[in-house]
């Protein structure tokens, strides 16, 4: 066997799945889905039984960033066997899959409650959901997280239980939401994966201390 069939064998072998963060329920295109004036596609679906994917919801709410990550993990995902591969991380129901329906009155609940590790409606059942996953997943399998690593909004609730195995892009570093959105797509399309860092890695880190910086300095700069 050659050294590049090995190198593949040894991808297939790693297992892979993906958290994917939530899109804001609370932004214009929210306000657009949930009008009651609303006739698309997708409203219609929130409004009716069984209600709309949330994959779907997600990515009419998010758009390109969104719409990324799912093409993104749809493509890259390896779970072990009876897990899923995607996990989408939600402001009040904890982890649900893409094809979970959402209604119109799950939206506005998601909308009252912000996206806060300090937040218990928020923190407790995501942080039920991500023991149960850790234990299903098992120790050889790596937790690639699709969303912020600069803020402890996720990363403060999912390090501690998925540990070394918790990781993110590392070509996202450096990139915003759109940027990382157009990356998402392209890799998805191209079959070429992104390379991980764990969560704990410096350059995170160091990521989460120059944010932090620079939220101090506006909030300096207001009156």
């Known amino acids: 066997m050659t050294a590049k069939e090995l190198l593949v ?10 958290l994917l963060s939530p899109a804001s329920c609370a932004g214009k295109r929210a306000a657009l889905l949930l009008s009651q004036h609303a006739d698309f596609a997708v409203a219609k679906k929130v409004r009716a039984e ?20 799912l093409a993104y993990a749809t493509a890259f995902q ?3 066997a009876r897990v899923g591969g995607i ?7 904890g982890l649900r899959a893409p094809a979970a329906l959402a209604r119109l009155d799950d939206l506005e609940r998601f909308a009252a409650v912000p996206i806060d590790a300090d937040e218990p409606r928020y ?15 098992g120790e050889k399998c790596d937790v690639v997280l699709l969303g912020s690593i600069a803020t402890g909004k996720y990363v403060d609730i999912l390090l501690p239980i998925f540990g070394a195995r918790l990781c993110f892009p590392r070509e996202f570093l450096g990139h915003g939401d759109m940027a990382r ?22 350059s995170r880190l160091a990521t989460r201390a120059k944010k932090a910086r620079v939220n101090d300095a506006r909030l300096e700069a207001e009156p």
């Not at 069984?50 to 990550?69: H, I, Q």
């Not at 996990?87 to 129901?93: L, Q």
């Not at 923190?123 to 997943?137: G, N, T, W």
């Not at 399309?189 to 704990?200: I, M, R």
């Open 78 to 80: 390896n779970p072990p």
């Open 9 to 18: 064998v040894g991808r297939m072998e790693r297992r892979k799945i993906f």
């Open 123 to 137: 923190r407790i059942p995501l942080d039920h959901d991500a023991h149960a996953l850790s234990k299903a997943v």
């Open 181 to 202: 959105g157009g990356m998402l797509l392209k890799r998805a399309a191209s079959g070429k994966e992104f390379n991980y860092l764990p969560v704990s890695d410096p």
């Open 87 to 93: 996990h989408i991380i939600t402001p009040t129901d």
């Open 50 to 69: 069984p209600g709309a994917p949330l994959g779907e919801v997600f990515s009419f709410l998010s758009g390109l960033y969104f719409r990324g990550k």
